[in-house]
């Protein structure tokens, strides 16, 4: 069955940086994207990052553009994600989601269809 | 910049049937949006419940659907449990972005 894993969450101070890492079993890690989806204590689902399953397209949510880096090891069947320049409001529950693309002769579709556990990133001093 | 909208909570009867909408603070929610529905109880991952507008994941019971409704996505819970207290999310793919709703808290008493 289709397991992802996160690891790496951790306290950090303002400004420091942290590296999330996804290990995925149970699929052809390498075919298929990946995304990073976070979640603030109390608050609701924020999308993050996506990263295509070769790993040429990258893209990012405006909140974390220039200071965090999807990447993925496919030898490695791990995603991670690179946060520098840590603030306060990225305190959140992390969360590595795959992504499903496909089409069929009724249509394009396209989702998160498994989701990890999440990790824990607090920043603060 | 845009915003997805979801009504902060709705509450329903055990039995009874809620629509829950997911909408744009410009513009209509269009299928080529992939609207998608996601389930989450406080301390566990989302699980996924409709995608690409109407179509259920596996394992979800056929009394979640989903469709357009007017300029919006629309989740129907038909013959609400208690179980199904729990936020809703809905999502929306923008060709190089997704774009999360602030979620709706749904309570069944």
């Known amino acids: 069955q289709v397991q992802l894993v996160e690891s790496g969450g951790g306290v950090v101070q303002p400004g420091g940086s942290l590296r999330l890492s996804c290990a995925a079993s149970?699929?052809?890690?390498?075919?298929?994207?990946m995304h990073w989806v976070r979640q603030a204590p109390g608050k609701g689902l924020e999308w993050v990052a996506f990263i295509r399953y070769d790993g040429s397209n990258k893209y990012y949510a405006d909140s974390v553009k220039g200071r965090f880096t999807i990447s993925r090891d496919n030898s490695k069947n791990t995603l991670y994600l690179q946060m520098n320049s840590l603030r306060a409001e990225d305190t959140a529950v992390y969360y590595c989601?795959?992504?499903?693309?496909?089409?069929?002769?009724?249509?394009?579709?396209?989702?998160?269809?498994?989701w990890g556990q999440g990790t824990l990133v607090t920043v603060s001093s | 910049q845009t915003v997805v909208t979801q009504e902060p909570s709705f509450s329903v009867s055990p039995g009874g049937t809620v629509t829950l909408t997911c909408g744009l603070s410009?513009?209509?929610?269009?299928?080529?949006?992939?609207p998608s529905w996601y389930q989450q109880t406080p301390g566990q991952a989302p699980r996924t419940l409709i995608y690409s507008t109407n179509t259920r994941s596996s394992g979800v019971p056929d009394r979640f659907s989903g469709s357009i409704l007017g300029n919006k996505a629309a989740l129907t819970i038909t013959g609400a449990q208690a179980d199904d207290e729990s936020d809703y999310y809905c999502?929306?793919?923008?060709?190089?972005?997704?774009?999360f709703g602030g979620g709706t808290k749904l309570t069944v008493l």
């Open positions: 149970g699929f052809t890690f390498s075919s298929y994207g």
């Open positions: 999502v929306l793919y923008m060709g190089s972005l997704w774009v």
């Open positions: 410009s513009g209509s929610v269009s299928t080529s949006y992939y």
């Open positions: 989601a795959k992504d499903r693309y496909y089409y069929d002769s009724s249509g394009y579709y396209r989702y998160f269809d498994y």
